[in-house]
């Protein structure tokens, strides 16, 4: 006998599945509409409204168990594919939002089970060959076609990156005449492997052909705490690095065993991007060969390069104070506001350094004064104080040097032979609100600044961005390089990339423009009624530019639906005119964001072809103005000493003037970016010529994910960046520098990753050098927390098999 309850028990499971289908569908539906009402009345896309109405009568047609629910959703489905086709084309990760959940009911309405739990037929699917099949086919081909055609008419008129906006070119047949840095390829004496901050090693043992065969040689922890941005030195058969402690560390070359360590931190400790060696000429004993470094409670510290002992001719026991002179404008010094985070820049006998200024608290902090001290002695050589051109000695008793000023807290390059020092500069405090500015803060911030070696005095500086209220000080290093003019003869060049995503050349005796930069309008509306807007920015437009193309609606982005129609609501309620919109007292859209387009990593170059390799992001930030009442009321206030430097990212006080601010990263509740990958890029570019070689997605999906769920395999994505590369002789651009922890080799002549491993962290910029023989690639994996790479205190060397 047949048990008539058990034959009606999978069609009851099916109509319990069907109920439960409708109300969900039912409940996106009624949030497109009403979220996307409200888009809409903000001049945004109809489509969440129209979707959503389909989708809430195709729920209510399911519910009752009615097949015509299906095919008005099938309908549905069909706009979705046509309206993102349309905004995205066949761009998979722009994609996935607006039709996974779709197409991922579509699927199940499709499955016997839904069909199982529905009736009634649609009459004009049984005149369509192959009936109901034939239509959904047909339906599909005819969706797919008919978004993929409006895309191809849209997308000419959709703005265009400006990374092509010089075209393609190949890779130069022939080497151009430049040459290296003095570099020998044995050591990698240098921050930069040079002065120049070329970043290249002439040396080719590992080439293409058996870069594949590359191993770990050795892995050793440096210190306790990571070393994110660090680049180490190697001299002899002896590697230096220092660490987040403000700690320097000897390490065997061969090995990485330690042969010293030194705490230099006094309870501080600090980014520490490098270190820097100088020989003495005549010394011999004690410190003939020593390490200088800076450290976060801001002192100069010089170190026996043998011993780790602390010099005792330099300074006082081996320290020299830099805070002297570095009152506020209020006679303070606040611990932590001042200290050096990259590595002194060694010229002509003498160290420069710069400094970290943290970031937005106050108008009338500590100054960007710039200082050069003997290597030997630790005396003060001289000072570049903007605010005080003609006194390059220290401030009288009583007076400091000119507070609030634009610092340079990035790597800097040199040349010695010219006797020249290059400085990239940063903004006057605080970074988004710039009414209180002087003439000389406006005259140098967001530069690079040219000073004399000897003397300090400026020989001439050249203006990356005017006026900065967007916290796109430099960054990066500037790179010198030789390149050749229209008649073939070699000119000497410098390469300054910037947060803003331009990359500058200019004659390095000069300052004057290789390639054509114009000055191009920007916005002058939405910004607070006190401040002066720049009427124009120099844009590089005779190279590619990284700055990123300007967004659209179309562009927002989020795991799902529900926080891509969140992103784009933001983008719509923002104001955004493209890049360098106004903040102001609504929220304001600024891409590149505060991170920047290219950040302390900077470029590596191949001098002898003239080609640069250059890693940069593509991400924006949200940016507000609260008037002085509203943040007093917040309890908004500067931060007090040794402060987290980690909090300059969010709400800062901006104190002393009219307004504070709130930058944030643009994301969704879920944690990723409001617009849609790659986030990350790498390219190469012919220097000669001003061509994109090429240009690919930097950084994979391994890694990433929401809500702390990662994925664990790779998808090529593009992650965020925060390191730099390495070029060599044998054809290879290095780097680690992508949130994915993954340390790639690529052709450089035709992008191709040819070898890749994945560290500990992501690391910061590689070296390489010859030992016995044999040449390594080492790099510190230190990771990076703004880019959200994992954390490590490990060095990691690789070399051939012997």
């Known amino acids: 006998m047949v048990d008539q309850g058990a034959e009606h028990k999978p069609h009851i499971v099916a109509k319990g599945l069907m109920w439960l289908f409708a109300v969900v569908l039912g409940v996106i539906g009624l949030i497109y509409v009403g979220a996307g009402a409200y888009l809409s009345s903000l001049g945004g896309s109809i489509y969440y409204v129209v979707a959503g109405a389909l989708f809430v009568v195709a729920a209510h047609y399911l519910f009752h168990g009615k097949r015509l629910g299906a095919w008005i959703f099938g309908g549905a489905l069909a706009l979705s594919v046509i309206w993102a086709l349309w905004e995205v084309g066949f761009d998979w990760w722009a994609l996935m939002p607006r039709l996974l959940i779709p197409v991922a009911f579509g699927i199940w309405l499709l499955m016997p089970w839904a069909q199982t739990a529905l009736k009634g037929k649609l009459g004009f699917a049984a005149r369509v060959p192959a009936g109901a099949a034939g239509l959904i086919a047909a339906g599909t081909v005819v969706s797919v076609g008919l978004g993929a055609g409006l895309f191809a008419v849209n997308a000419p008129n959709l703005p265009q990156d400006p990374r092509f906006q010089t075209g393609m070119g190949a890779f130069p047949v022939a080497a151009n005449g430049g040459a290296a840095s003095g570099q020998t390829g044995e050591d990698w004496p240098y921050f930069g492997g040079d002065q120049g901050q070329q970043k290249y090693s002439p040396l080719d043992q590992i080439n293409l052909s058996n870069v594949s065969k590359l191993q770990v040689a050795w892995e050793m922890p440096v210190g306790k705490r990571p070393a994110n941005n660090a680049m180490p030195i190697k001299i002899d058969d002896t590697i230096y690095i220092c660490n987040g402690n403000s700690e320097l560390f000897s390490l065997d070359a061969r090995t990485g065993a330690e042969n010293w360590t030194f705490d230099a931190s006094e309870g501080h400790g600090s980014t520490c991007r490098g270190v820097t060696y100088y020989k003495a000429p005549g010394l011999s004993g004690e410190c003939a060969e020593r390490i200088i470094a800076g450290t976060g409670s801001a002192k100069l510290v010089a170190l026996d390069a043998k011993t780790g002992e602390a010099c005792s001719d330099f300074g006082n026991a081996g320290f020299v104070d830099l805070l002297v002179g570095m009152e506020d404008h209020e006679g303070k010094i606040i611990g932590g506001y001042y200290k050096v985070t990259s590595a002194p820049t060694f010229v002509r006998g003498k160290v420069v350094v710069g400094g970290w200024v ?373 054809g290879l651009g290095f780097i680690s520098a992508a949130s994915d922890n993954i340390f790639r080799a690529y052709d450089l002549k035709t992008g191709e990753v040819v070898w890749q491993y994945e560290l500990p962290a992501a690391g910061g910029a590689p070296i390489s050098y010859t030992l016995d023989g044999e040449q390594y690639i080492t790099i510190m994996a230190g990771g990076q927390g703004a880019i959200q790479s994992r954390y490590s205190t490990k060095m990691v060397s690789f070399k051939l098999p012997s």
């Open 358 to 730: 943290t970031d937005g608290q106050y108008w009338g902090e500590a100054s960007g004064v710039i200082r050069a001290f003997d290597a030997v002695t630790g005396d003060m050589s001289w000072a570049w104080d903007m605010g005080r051109p003609d006194e390059p000695g220290q401030p009288p008793n009583g007076e400091s040097f000119t507070v609030a000023t634009p610092n340079s807290w990035a790597p800097a390059a040199a040349d010695e032979k010219l006797g020249l020092v290059y400085l990239p500069t940063g903004n006057a405090t605080p970074d988004f609100y710039g009414a209180q500015r002087r003439e000389f803060d406006d005259k140098y911030s967001s530069s690079v600044v040219a000073l004399d070696a000897t003397t300090g005095r400026v020989q001439w500086s050249f203006q990356t961005k005017h006026h900065d209220i967007w916290d796109h000080d430099i960054a990066s290093p500037p790179t010198l390089i030789d390149l050749p003019d229209s008649s073939g003869a070699l000119r000497q060049a410098l390469i300054q990339a910037t947060k803003a995503g331009e990359v500058f050349v200019l004659d390095r005796k000069t300052g004057e423009p290789i390639f054509d930069v114009t000055e191009t309008p920007m916005p002058q509306t939405g910004g607070v009624p006190e401040e002066r807007i720049s009427p124009t920015q120099p844009y590089s437009n005779a190279l590619p530019s990284f700055r990123g193309a300007d967004l659209t609606e179309a562009d927002m982005w989020g795991v799902s639906p529900f926080d891509q129609l969140y992103c784009r609501i933001m983008f719509k309620q923002a104001r955004y005119e493209g890049n360098n919109t106004p903040p102001g007292l609504t929220p304001s859209i600024q891409s590149p964001s505060t991170f920047g387009s290219i950040n302390w990593g900077g470029v590596s170059v191949d001098p002898i072809n003239g080609v640069m390799l250059v890693n940069n992001n593509r991400f924006a930030s949200y940016i507000k103005l609260l008037d002085r009442e509203t943040a007093d009321g917040m309890g908004i206030e500067p931060q007090g000493e040794w402060g987290d430097p980690r909090e300059v990212g969010g709400v800062v006080a901006q104190k002393f003037v009219p307004y504070a601010a709130f930058p944030q990263f643009w994301l969704t509740a879920l944690g990723v970016p409001c617009i849609d990958p790659p986030y990350g890029y790498i390219s190469a570019v012919d220097l000669n010529t001003g061509k994109l070689l090429w240009s690919n997605t930097f950084g994979s999906s391994k890694g990433q994910g929401a809500l702390g769920i990662k994925v664990p395999f790779e998808l090529p994505m593009g992650t965020p960046t925060h390191g730099g590369s390495m070029i060599t002789a044998g």
